[in-house]
């Protein structure tokens, strides 16, 4: 039995502040009209046993989950403990944020990913950063 808490009615959403993607993703999670759990890992520390279990729902080995410049440090020489360590010191490791829907997990690559894996339809499309009064240039837009 995990221990980590997922259903179908909450999503979750786990990233470090201090990635870029992580950040890019953020506006669009808020805009999903299910609730969501956002998990900051720089403010919000995660427990051991929900990492490999997050681990697991991705199918992927706990080293795959964090930043490829770590990894050129020869990663043969981190074990699970290591890397466990890692990510409590060191939250801006990983780059990728991950969001989880019930027992479903997704490693997120690109922000346009978040859509098809909490479901188009449940998103305000209006509340979508470019759907904004303003535009990225600063220009006001009418509305």
């Given at each position: 039995?995990?221990?980590?808490?997922?259903?179908?009615?909450?999503?979750?959403?786990?990233?470090?502040?201090?990635?870029?993607?992580?950040?890019?993703?953020l506006?669009?999670?808020k805009?999903?009209?299910?609730?969501?759990?956002?998990?900051?890992?720089?403010?919000?520390?995660?427990?051991?046993?929900?990492?490999?279990?997050v681990?697991a729902?991705?199918?992927?080995?706990?080293?795959?989950?964090?930043?490829?410049?770590?990894?050129?440090?020869?990663?043969?020489?981190?074990?699970?403990?290591?890397?466990?360590?890692?990510?409590?010191?060191?939250?801006?490791?990983?780059?990728?944020?991950?969001?989880?829907?019930?027992?479903?997990?997704?490693?997120?690559?690109?922000?346009?990913?978040?859509?098809?894996?909490?479901?188009?339809?449940r998103?305000?499309?209006n509340?979508?950063?470019?759907?904004?009064?303003?535009?990225?240039?600063?220009i006001?837009?009418?509305?």
């Amino acid at each position: 039995m995990g221990h980590l808490a997922t259903n179908n009615r909450q999503l979750i959403y786990i990233y470090s502040e201090d990635s870029t993607l992580g950040q890019r993703i953020l506006p669009y999670v808020k805009c999903l009209k299910k609730p969501v759990r956002i998990i900051n890992i720089n403010n919000e520390s995660i427990a051991d046993t929900i990492w490999l279990e997050v681990a697991a729902m991705l199918d992927k080995p706990l080293s795959n989950l964090f930043s490829r410049s770590l990894k050129n440090l020869n990663s043969s020489d981190y074990d699970v403990i290591d890397w466990l360590k890692i990510i409590n010191k060191k939250p801006w490791v990983l780059e990728k944020p991950i969001a989880i829907n019930g027992t479903k997990a997704k490693q997120l690559k690109e922000r346009y990913q978040i859509f098809s894996f909490f479901r188009p339809s449940r998103i305000n499309f209006n509340d979508l950063p470019e759907n904004s009064r303003y535009s990225n240039r600063g220009i006001f837009s009418p509305s």
